[in-house]
């Protein structure tokens, strides 16, 4: 069941920085700047694509989930494999994800989408939307600042 909801979608930012670097307004340097974390996170946690790398155009992308949201303590920020989503997903109210894409051979990593997903969104058809309250707004807020440090 696919439960996700407020989906942020990137790629048009994403083209946008290619278009620069294709430019010649930025450099690889820039751009392909994985850190080690991130790249960790990709090898252990991440989720292979069959899309190819639109730098080094070598190596597949993998996409790596992170997590966030007050009910995950000290879970918070850490990368998540795919499969693991659901299972938090029955069992949170509401957490939110950032799907980053990463590729192993040039560093190239870019965010691609994020959304919520939780128990709370089971009922979001409901008569009483209202009341998804303070957890929405708090995620919410952590994305726009997420959105913020991206750029
Ligand atoms: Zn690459």
Redesign the pocket.
Known sequence: MRTSRQVVDYSLQKRAVLRELHAGRVGTYDVCDASPYLKNAARFHGEPTDHR?P??R??NLTHVHYIYGDELKQSAGQARTLAELPVLAMTLREFQVFVVEV?L??D?NHLVEQYLLGRDGLAEDGPDQGAVGGAATSAASVGRRRREAQR
């Open positions: 790398c730098i080094c070598s190596e590729c051979g040039c190239w």
